[in-house]
């Protein structure tokens, strides 16, 4: 119904691919059902246009979810899901400026524009096969949406402080840790050692040093060395209500179900990693999702049980303040959707 092929060339297709699995017994099939779907096309899209769940391309337990948790912007929240993202870039700030690899990409005809709200973030008007574009192999860039780029400037890191990035993998905001903080001691820590080893090979290619570790961010007694880390970053893992528009099976593999189960997980790992920051120190929550259980709730309830954890305002032109952090929509001047909440251990 949605398809630029035409729909006789669908049918054929169709009934072929079956023919060549081996499946000629499902020809018939396929050929009475996609020539009913052809007859019957006005029909077929005024009843999708009449179901919200159809009509939103949403299933019908995060629509419900969305519509609770944002009654305002839930249509344009489901449109920015359904469209294509920008492809976005950050260019390594120890090896070029935004203004030199703009240049670099106008020099190849690659259109590109600086990403809003970021000091080293870059949307390309087109996509790119990324090995392709000047400085891959030289580490001039990496490919970070804006709204992660965003963590590095508020987790505030300055040089020689002790960093611990609890959920690392696939490595983007360690490298921009690295890349625009000097003289870091920066531990990169993931549960998957498979997804560890592409922290590791975008170090290397970034030119960029941290100690990785396979470990469990919620069981530091595994692996904690004792010594207090002055800065926390938790990316934790989320449903990916944000990304959609990057990552459209999430509306097939995710169910309602798991939603607690993540927040349970987050506030896990929120437990078990503030014993590690000194006090004085900061930890920065950070989520892709948009949904309160896993956002503001989880924060709010882990605060309310830890008496030095206090809550930090974010001040920011970007977003949406929320009771306990800040919010980005997605599609919000072109990022993907994020959460972030900043909390400070009391002295």
């Not at 690392?168 to 549960?191: F, S």
């Amino acid at each position: 119904l949605y398809l630029r092929t035409p729909a006789y060339a669908t049918v054929a297709a169709s009934t072929e691919a079956a023919r060549l699995l081996g499946k000629s017994w499902a020809t018939g099939l396929l050929n009475g059902v996609l020539r009913n779907a052809q007859r019957r096309q006005d029909e077929l899209l005024q009843a999708i246009e009449q179901n919200p769940e159809s009509a939103s391309a949403h299933p019908k337990w995060l629509l419900r979810l969305l519509q609770e948790a944002w009654p305002a912007d839930w249509p344009a929240l489901v449109a920015a899901n359904n469209q294509r993202p920008p492809q976005s870039l950050r260019v390594n700030a120890r090896l070029q400026t935004r203004t030199g690899y703009l240049a670099a990409l106008e020099q190849v005809g690659i259109e590109a524009q600086p990403a809003p709200y970021t000091e080293y973030g870059i949307n390309l008007t087109e996509p790119q096969d990324v090995p392709q574009l000047p400085g891959f192999k030289q580490g001039w860039f990496a490919v970070q949406d804006p709204a992660a780029q965003l963590a590095g400037g508020l987790l505030q890191a300055s040089a020689g402080q002790r960093v611990l990035d609890a959920c690392a993998a696939p490595g983007g905001k360690t490298c921009q840790l690295l890349e625009t903080v000097p003289e870091l001691e920066l531990w990169a820590l993931d549960k998957d050692a498979g997804r560890l080893q592409q922290v590791r090979v975008n170090l290397q290619r970034l030119g960029l040093q941290a100690q990785l570790l396979t470990a469990d961010a919620a069981q530091p007694d595994d692996w904690w060395d004792g010594q207090a880390f002055d800065r926390i970053l938790l990316d934790a893992p989320c449903s990916g209500s944000g990304v959609i528009r990057r990552h459209p099976d999430i509306k097939l593999l995710r169910q309602a179900r798991d939603i607690e189960t993540l927040a349970a997980q987050q506030i896990a790992l929120l437990r078990g990693l503030w014993p590690l920051l000194r006090p004085g120190g900061q930890l920065l929550y950070v989520t892709c999702s948009v949904l309160p259980t896993e956002t503001t709730q989880v924060v709010t309830q882990f605060c309310s049980e830890q008496r030095d954890a206090c809550i930090e305002p974010i001040a920011a032109e970007w977003g949406q303040m929320a009771e306990a952090g800040r919010y980005i929509l997605p599609g919000s001047s072109g990022m993907d959707g994020f959460f972030y909440a900043r909390l400070r251990k009391s002295s």
